[in-house]
């Protein structure tokens, strides 16, 4: 994954897109909030995570495919409920970066991710 970014700094992951940590911190176990920002074009990896998680599309448009439901467009202000160990990944349809929050309860840590790829 690279070196640990600064603070204010968004991370290329291997899930093909960038990340920007906003909370995830031991003070607050409950919940982490992260930014993902994916690339014109680019599909996410398609992976679980063992907690739930909500991303919430602030700019950009694109498709989330969700377990073995239909495909769904989202555009800003939608809002994706993601239960966890669902199946799931997003793909960019824009011409422009698609960014969302996304939230998890409890916080994320990486031990919670599984690649289905």
């Known amino acids: 994954m690279g ?65 073995d439901t239909p495909p769904r467009e989202v555009r800003p202000g939608d809002v994706v409920s993601i239960p966890a160990h669902a199946s799931q990944h997003i793909k960019n349809t824009g011409a422009e970066d698609l960014v969302f929050l996304c939230v998890c309860t409890p916080k994320f840590s990486q031990d919670c991710y599984t690649s289905l790829e």
């Open 3 to 67: 070196s640990k970014p600064k603070k204010g700094e968004y991370l290329w992951t291997g899930e093909r897109c960038h990340i920007l940590e906003l909370l995830n911190s031991d003070e607050f176990p409950e919940v982490s909030i992260s930014r993902a920002r994916v690339e014109p074009g680019m599909t996410t990896q398609q992976h679980a995570v063992s907690v739930h998680e909500v991303y919430v599309i602030e700019s950009g448009s694109g498709v989330m495919y969700l377990d």
